[in-house]
């Protein structure tokens, strides 16, 4: 259990506390807490979490919803469980569009939060397993691709060129962002802005590059951290 991380943005100092406690004692790590959403996005990036409990309403002028909005535009998707209190209808509707992985009620009960959050990661995970395969478009015909046979993503403008193990590559009209969400995070990851790798196809690699035997994949400053971090965990796993 120590292993999930939670972020709580939570503009009521007491209620954010006795969360707090409450996560402290099941054995979860607390990243932050957060009255707004600049902290909030502050805190998410000084240290990612595995799961986000939003408030909906905030201090300043952007809501918990405008927090969720954010984090399901980031790279890993991160579920997040909406706190809330009685809510108007146009609120609950622009709530909803969002798709929380729950909703708690305030004030917050202690078995509620636990199991609610439990429940979240539980089926965050499932969803993750289960992308085994992934639908592509030859512009012929749709057919289905073991996600182990990527290598890597390159994005040409409005389309993403994917290379595939013994196969020629083929072309999606699509973000790179909008690809890489369909497949598992921790195997796939942004190397650089025009690229994402699958980290389990990587043959060698130097402080530059990622090689595919005799393709290269660039890996730009800012995502050595994190792209060779999925590295030495892939290598103490096998």
């Not at 969360?19 to 998410?44: N, W």
């Not at 909005?69 to 709530?95: C, G, H, M, N």
């Not at 403008?157 to 890489?180: F, N, P």
Request: glycine share 4%; no cysteine.
């Amino acid at each position: 259990m120590s292993l999930y991380r939670i972020l709580i943005v939570e503009d009521e100092v007491l209620i954010a506390d006795t969360i707090e406690r409450h996560l402290l004692k099941e054995g979860y790590t607390v990243t932050g807490k957060a009255i707004s959403y600049e902290e909030a996005i502050e805190a998410f990036q000084k240290q990612e979490p595995d799961l986000a409990l939003l408030d909906i309403r905030l201090n300043g002028s952007k809501t918990g919803i405008a927090v969720a909005r954010w984090l399901i535009e980031q790279r890993k998707a991160v579920p997040f469980i909406y706190l809330t209190s009685q809510l108007d209808r146009q609120s609950l509707d622009a709530a909803k569009a969002t798709y929380p992985s729950g909703y708690l009620s305030k004030p917050v009960q202690a078995q509620s939060l636990i199991t609610t959050i439990e429940i979240a990661l539980h089926n965050h995970s499932a969803q993750e397993k289960q992308k085994t395969t992934i639908r592509l478009y030859n512009g012929k015909q749709y057919f289905q691709v073991p996600v182990d046979d990527i290598l890597y993503l390159r994005a040409d403008h409005i389309y993403v060129k994917i290379a595939l193990a013994g196969e020629d590559e083929v072309v999606q009209r699509a973000t790179l962002k909008e690809m890489i969400d369909q497949l598992p995070e921790g195997q796939f990851v942004q190397t650089h802005r025009s690229y994402a790798v699958n980290i389990q196809q990587v043959t060698s690699w130097d402080m530059e590059n990622l090689f595919f035997h005799d393709a290269a994949v660039p890996v730009s400053r800012g995502r050595r951290r994190e792209v060779f971090a999925l590295l030495e965990n892939r290598n103490q796993e096998s």
